[in-house]
């Protein structure tokens, strides 16, 4: 009696579960996102709620962390983590905070994967003519820094939709961009920059899949490219673009956390860390729990990806395990 073999994922999902980073990291995202999910319920008060007299308001336990806040600051143990400089809820902002970046990780990677596997897809199965103009243009788009550019769209975005005049069709996507709080054009900004990493990528894959003897096999009995390509290349490939995309989750956080810093993220009083990180600077020597309390909600989001990202790399392909 033959045992059955055990499946490439779960063989990869139970190498997985062995590394501790990526366990943690997993766990943690999924507190996130639980978190996210839950905030009405969760979170100590509205995130866009104001009392003006308890601004700059921290608990008594941050006096024995930061004793240089005991002289001046006012206590209010009502505040968790305290209160903003009008009077906002420190602690619910954090959480409805992690509404917007947990999106970006989950919507860039749709995006960068959707545009990147089709194009890059194309451009290494038909080869020749066809790659080379294709892979050209993504070379003149590598040409231009991807965060300037984005910095450029997204000024052009808040400009040309300000002020559209009803009816029109720029009115309507303001409209849905305010809906959804500012977040249509950072999606939009990541989505044009994210895929030529992606596409890159996918053309080296198939360009190394594609001359295989099970493809060639495929061909000989007369399988069309549409279904050699969904039944043969992409089933086989799949894995390095996952984890690629699983790697890069941080820089999508940490692209739209900047856009905030700088002014150019979520519309307010939507609340994101960046935007958090940004208003607490301006009294961090004063008031750091303002700066501090976001930015560890950064860091840790980024941080869970990455281990996550890293467990992905070593669990499908065991001869990385350690590298870069």
């Known amino acids: 009696m033959t045992q059955k073999r055990e499946s490439l994922f779960a063989d990869a999902f139970r190498r997985l579960l062995r590394n501790r980073a990526a366990v943690i990291g997993g766990s943690i995202i999924i507190i996130l996102i639980a978190l ?92 020749g003519r ?15 820094p991807s965060l300037l550019f984005i910095i450029l769209l997204m000024a052009f975005f808040r400009s040309t939709f300000s002020k559209p005049d009803p009816g029109s069709i720029t009115y309507a996507i303001s409209q849905l961009d305010a809906k959804m709080g500012g977040m249509l054009f950072i999606f939009i900004g990541i989505g044009l920059t994210a895929w030529e990493t992606m596409a890159r990528l996918t053309r080296g894959q198939v360009l190394s899949v594609r001359e295989k003897e099970y493809v060639e096999a495929a061909r000989t009995i007369g399988a069309t490219n549409g279904r050699i390509m969904f039944n043969h290349i992409l089933p086989n490939i799949v894995g390095p673009l996952v984890v690629a995309e699983t790697l890069a989750i941080p820089s999508y956080i940490s692209t739209e956390a ?67």
């Open 36 to 127: 996210a999910v839950l905030a009405p319920y969760i979170a100590p008060a509205p995130f866009d709620k104001q009392v003006l007299e308890d601004q700059n308001t921290i608990p008594q336990w941050l006096t024995s962390v930061f004793p240089t806040m005991a002289p001046y600051a006012r206590i209010s143990n009502n505040y968790p983590l305290g209160a903003d400089y009008v009077g906002r809820d420190l602690l619910s902002r954090i959480i409805y905070g992690a509404r917007i970046s947990l999106t970006v990780a989950f919507i860039g990677p749709i995006i960068s994967l959707i545009i990147g596997v089709t194009y890059g897809s194309i451009a290494g199965f038909f080869g």
């Open 258 to 324: 900047f856009l905030s810093f700088i002014g150019l993220g979520v519309n307010p009083p939507t609340p994101s860390w960046g935007a958090m990180i940004s208003d607490g600077a301006q009294m961090v020597r004063t008031y750091p729990n303002q700066t501090i309390f976001p930015a560890l909600g950064l860091a840790i989001t980024m941080f869970a990806f990455n281990f996550l990202g890293d467990g992905l790399r070593d669990a499908l392909d065991p001869r990385l395990r350690g590298t870069q």
């Open 130 to 144: 066809v790659d080379n103009i294709m892979m050209r243009f993504v070379d003149v788009l590598y040409a231009f």
